[in-house]
Structures are given as structure tokens and as C-alpha cells.
């Protein structure tokens, strides 16, 4: 079958049919949908392509950066905390050496700057301490278990930190201990109970060395109170006169003024040895010179005129 077309003849199945859908249909007749032809852009593909590799690669370069970062950041963390712990080792080392230079130094000036540099390293180590302390404890408490700041900061400057058993592992230990011998432990003891009896001290001393829990048969009975005796008193004969001369003999010979700058420099003396043996030797001989202008101040007015009158008035 075919039709003429400007002057030919062409066949029906040759005839193609455009609609603005896109597509092929019947020709002719106008059976069925148009068939879509899906054709994929090669400049779309590549695009694609570039863009997923590239990402990749901007990806892959900011972890290795970020891992860099990290590593050089622990590496800068570790060499710090090694240079402070230098520091804290000579510190500790040198202390004592500095303060007895101090306090063995003739020169005021020079004795005052000397005792302030051992102060200023006193301090720096014990901040070393506390921050060292307070930093593992947060990072994970039982490194520090069992210690105080000074002797964590010791053993991590000796390179011996070890677990210091504490109560709280001793009392896992021994109810671990006593629950194996309650649930029919093959443990051998070298008395037998059937010694010790019910109801007795004993018996419970030695549940106690066992790491048994108590029970029944070690319960002891309490002891009756015995009732207290009463004390008589018999009435004793007083000689005046004796009495008398015993007050006379035993008169304070010092006067309240003196016996107030005593205790001035009793209160000053103990400042400078409670000064002393929390380490602050600055503290303590500027408590010591005071002590020693007083008494130079007490022993001068003593043998001033003044005191002299004073003393001639003195009723005592």
C-alpha cells in the first residue's frame, strides 16, 4: 500500500510522524503513545564524574590535615608536659639547697631577694602538683586513687606510678573472700571452730580473720554495768598561818605589764615555728627579729630609771 507524494509513490511504513512530545507514533492512523527516546548527555556524565572525584580527593585532603593537626598537636602536648616535668624535678631538688642559702645569707637585702626566689619556686611546684593531680583525675580517677598531689607528682617525676590499694579494694577483697569460703571454698584453716564457743568473743575474732560474715553464734551478750563505788571524804584541818606563808612564798614576782609582753612573745615565737614547718622561712625570721627587738625593748626599760620608780611604788 502507498500513497503519491509530490509526484512519487512512497510506502506507509515510511511515513514518520513528529509531534512536539518527542517520540515516534503509528503513521497514519494514530494507534498507540509515542514512544520517548531517553538519550543520555555524555557532557552531564563527565560532569558528574569530575565533580564526585574531585570531592573525594577535597575530602580525603582535609582528614589527613585534620589527622596532621592532631598528631602534631600531641606531639607539642607531650614535649611541653616533658619540659614541665624537668622543671619540676629540678625544682624539688634545688629547694632546699636555695632556702638554706637564704636563711644563711648576712645580707639583708640579699637574704630578703634569695628567700623570695625560694618562695616564688615553692609555689610553682606545688601549682605543678595540683594541676598534674586535678588533670589525671578528671581524665580517669583511678590513676589517682590513693594518692595526694605531692606523691602523685613524686612517683610520675620517678617514673614508678603504681595502684595504691585503698579501703575500698581491701573490702571487695575480703567480701570476695568470704563469699568463696560461704560458698564451699576447699580452703583448710588450722583450727576448728567447734574449738571456739558460741556465743564468745573468740569465736568472733576468728570469724573476723576468716573474712566470715557474722552470724548467729558469734553473737556476744553485753556486760552488766557494775554500780560505781562512792568515795567519802574525811574533812582536813587547814593551818592558817601555814597557809598564809605558803601565798607569801609563792607571789607572782612579775608585774601584768610584763607578764603581757611575755605572752606577746610567746604568741609571736609560735607564729614563727608553725611559719617554719609550713615552709615559710621568711615569714619566720621576720617573726624571730620582732622577737628579739622586744626583749631588747623589755631589757633596756627594766634597767631605765623609770622602771625603777615604777617598781618602788609597787605596793608588792
Known amino acids: 500500500m502507498a500513497y503519491k507524494s509530490n509526484g512519487g509513490c512512497t510506502p506507509i511504513t515510511a511515513k514518520i510522524k513528529r509531534t512536539t512530545k518527542g517520540g515516534i507514533t503509528q503513521p497514519l492512523l494514530n494507534v498507540g503513545a509515542p514512544v520517548k527516546m531517553k538519550m ?4 552531564k556524565q563527565t560532569n558528574a564524574q569530575d565533580f564526585s572525584s574531585q570531592y573525594e580527593a577535597q575530602q580525603k585532603a582535609k582528614a589527613d590535615q585534620k589527622a ?45 631577694i634569695l628567700m623570695r626566689a625560694a618562695n616564688r619556686k615553692s609555689k610553682n611546684i606545688q601549682k605543678f602538683e595540683k ?49 568463696s569460703s560461704t560458698s564451699g571454698s576447699t580452703k583448710k584453716y588450722k583450727t576448728s571452730m567447734k574449738n571456739f564457743k558460741v556465743g564468745s568473743q573468740a569465736r568472733r575474732d576468728e570469724y573476723t580473720r576468716r ?24 574533812p582536813v584541818s587547814i593551818d592558817n598561818k601555814a597557809s598564809v606563808d605558803v601565798v607569801k612564798a609563792t607571789k607572782k614576782t612579775t608585774t601584768k605589764k610584763d607578764a603581757r609582753k611575755n605572752k606577746s612573745i610567746d604568741k609571736k615565737q609560735n607564729k614563727a615555728d608553725i611559719a617554719r614547718a609550713k615552709g615559710n622561712e621568711k615569714k619566720a625570721l621576720r617573726k624571730e627579729r620582732a622577737i628579739e627587738k622586744k626583749k631588747a625593748r623589755l631589757s633596756k626599760r627594766k634597767g631605765s630609771s623609770y622602771s625603777q620608780s615604777a617598781n618602788a611604788i609597787d605596793p608588792s
Open 40 to 43: 543520555s548527555s555524555p557532557a
Open 68 to 112: 596532621k593537626a592532631i598528631k602534631a598537636k600531641k606531639e607539642k602536648d607531650a614535649a611541653s608536659y616533658n619540659q614541665r616535668l624537668d622543671s619540676y624535678r629540678s625544682n624539688v631538688l634545688s629547694l632546699d639547697s636555695d632556702t638554706k642559702r637564704a636563711a644563711s645569707n648576712k645580707n639583708p637585702k640579699e637574704m630578703d
Open 131 to 179: 594541676n598534674l593531680f586535678d588533670y589525671d583525675t578528671k581524665k580517669n580517677p583511678k590513676l589517682t586513687e590513693g594518692y595526694t598531689a605531692k606523691s602523685y607528682a613524686l612517683s610520675k617525676a620517678k617514673g614508678d606510678t603504681k595502684k595504691i590499694k585503698t579501703t575500698s579494694d581491701s573490702s571487695t577483697s575480703d567480701s570476695s573472700t568470704s563469699g
Open 211 to 234: 573474712g566470715w560474715k557474722q552470724d548467729e553464734t558469734t553473737k556476744v551478750a553485753k556486760k552488766k554495768a557494775e554500780p560505781v563505788s562512792t568515795i567519802t571524804t574525811k
